[in-house]
């Protein structure tokens, strides 16, 4: 079974662009939750979707959103970019609550 | 407002010895806990977990222990081998939320 997989690995943007990363869940599973990880923050969660539905959110602008598809397939967007919002970027996929989480490798944005 | 804490930021080991990784946690509502294992360029791998119904889960060389009066979980990994080397997070979740928080994770040393 195919495992997640996130496009792009590495991005560089500049302030002020904005950028759409990509996941693509474990076959089967309808959970895609998204994080951010900085170094000493840990990972910080943005937001979950099941079903095409945002179920939470972490604390985070308006500048970060995210939508899912009917495959589960799931992007997020970060608008107007800054130098804070460099970071690796998380996306995990379950089958529901109270289950594990599978993790893709990351994307590592880098904004100059 | 950090909920689950990992206080210790690493830890040395040697090898063959027992390796323990602790966690506090604040919010008396999570039901749910796991570790995960990271290492450099990798997404977090699930190792273990745990709900709170019981005090202990046990997995080949890992053990995780709930102690949910203190709030605090911990995960024993015996014997550590040099593999065993990485950055290791705790997290919780209360069931219904579809939210997971991460601690920031303690780097594990495993010397040979």
């Known amino acids: 079974k195919a495992g997640v997989t996130q496009t792009p690995r590495y991005l560089i943007k500049t302030r002020g662009q904005q950028v759409t990363l990509s996941c693509s869940p474990i076959?089967?599973?309808?959970?895609v939750s998204w994080y951010q990880q900085t170094p000493g923050q840990g990972l910080q969660f943005l937001f979950e979707?099941?079903?095409?539905?945002?179920?939470n959110k972490g604390n985070f602008p308006g500048r970060f959103s995210g939508r899912q598809f009917s495959n589960s397939r799931s992007e997020m967007n970060v608008s107007t970019l800054e130098l804070g919002d460099s970071a690796l970027y998380l996306c995990?996929?379950?089958?529901?609550?109270?289950?594990?989480?599978?993790f893709g490798p990351g994307t590592r944005l880098t904004v100059l | 407002d950090q909920q689950v804490k990992q206080n210790s930021p690493s830890l040395s080991v040697q090898e063959g010895r027992i390796s323990i990784l602790n966690c506090d946690y604040t919010?008396?509502?999570?039901?749910?806990f796991l570790w995960y294992k990271k290492y450099p360029a990798e997404g977090p791998t699930f190792l273990i977990s745990?709900?709170?119904?019981?005090d202990k889960n046990e997995d080949g060389r890992f053990t995780v222990f709930l102690n949910k009066s203190a709030k605090h979980l911990s995960l024993h990994i015996v014997p550590s081998q040099p593999g065993d080397s990485a950055v290791y997070f705790c997290?919780?979740?209360?069931?219904?939320?579809?939210?997971?928080?991460f601690g920031t994770g303690t780097r594990l040393k495993v010397l040979a």
């Open positions: 995990a996929s379950s089958l529901g609550s109270n289950n594990e989480q599978f």
């Open positions: 076959s089967g599973h309808r959970s």
């Open positions: 979707y099941f079903s095409e539905t945002q179920r």
């Open positions: 919010n008396s509502m999570f039901d749910y």
């Open positions: 745990i709900s709170s119904i019981k």
């Open positions: 997290a919780a979740t209360n069931s219904g939320t579809y939210k997971y928080i």
